[in-house]
T-cell receptor, first 112, second 110 residues
Framework: SQQGEEDPQALSIQEGENATMNCSYKTSINNLQWYRQNSGRGLVHLILIRSNEREKHSGRLRVTLDTSKKSSSLLITASRAADTASYFCATDGEDYGQNFVFGPGTRLSVLP | DVKVTQSSRYLVKRTGEKVFLECVQDMDHENMFWYRQDPGLGLRLIYFSYDVKMKEKGDIPEGYSVSREKKERFSLILESASTNQTSMYLC?????????FGPGTRLTVL
């Protein structure tokens, strides 16, 4: 069963613009993570936000978490062509033990 | 840096063949995972292991088995490959919440 769902499925922006991706989930969580995947490669961990946190920053990345709405957003500011990738949220939960469940991802294209 | 390596980047096999996908991590992580990734479906967990010789089924274990004889190595086995097992296979290891992924193996079953 899918816990997280990213939105939109695909996003295309110009270099320098900001990109916002959303993740909604169904059950209560302890943590939510965002991962990035370059085409045909493995996933790379970007950022983790805990259920008692509302916002977290890492470089050009800003993640928010709204547990009342069961949603998170990932903002990439001043995007670059190198940010072109797929972005996944991963959530844990009581039903998943120590595992995380990944959503289908948002495909981001940053055009030069 | 944690390194997770997978034995092949690309693999082509025939229906009915036995297929071994190997994954090795170099950071002494206890937890290891095998996922398959298909367009529009995200990552789906096949099997995971929290310790040597220990394995647990994930969401889609049918048609797969695993082996973990050493802490650093986690193998995924397709006993009799079928065309619906054509996919990208990703291995990961973790210590705590953060997962570290290998580069993936793109398997095609003809």
């Amino acid at each position: 069963s899918q816990q997280g769902e990213e939105d939109p499925q695909a996003l295309s922006i110009q270099e320098g613009e900001n990109a916002t991706m959303n993740c909604s989930y169904k059950t209560s969580i302890n943590n939510l993570q965002w991962y990035r995947q370059n085409s045909g490669r493995g996933l790379v961990h970007l950022i983790l936000i805990r259920s008692n946190e509302r916002e977290k920053h890492s470089g050009r990345l800003r993640v928010t978490l709204d547990t009342s709405k069961k949603s998170s957003s990932l903002l990439i500011t001043a995007s670059r062509a190198a940010d072109t990738a797929s972005y996944f949220c991963a959530t844990d939960g009581e039903d998943y033990g120590q595992n995380f469940v990944f959503g289908p991802g948002t495909r981001l294209s940053v055009l030069p | 840096d944690v390194k997770v390596t997978q034995s092949s980047r690309y693999l082509v096999k025939r229906t009915g063949e036995k297929v071994f996908l190997e994954c090795v991590q170099d950071m002494d992580h206890e937890n290891m995972f095998w996922y398959r990734q298909d367009p529009g479906l995200g990552l789906r967990l096949i099997y995971f292991s929290y310790d040597v010789k220990m394995k647990e089924k994930g969401d889609i274990p049918e048609g797969y088995s695993v082996s973990r004889e050493k802490k650093e190595r986690f193998s995924l086995i397709l006993e009799s490959a079928s065309t619906n097992q054509t996919s990208m296979y990703l291995c990961a290891s973790s210590l705590g919440e953060k997962q570290f992924f290998g580069p993936g193996t793109r398997l095609t079953v003809l």
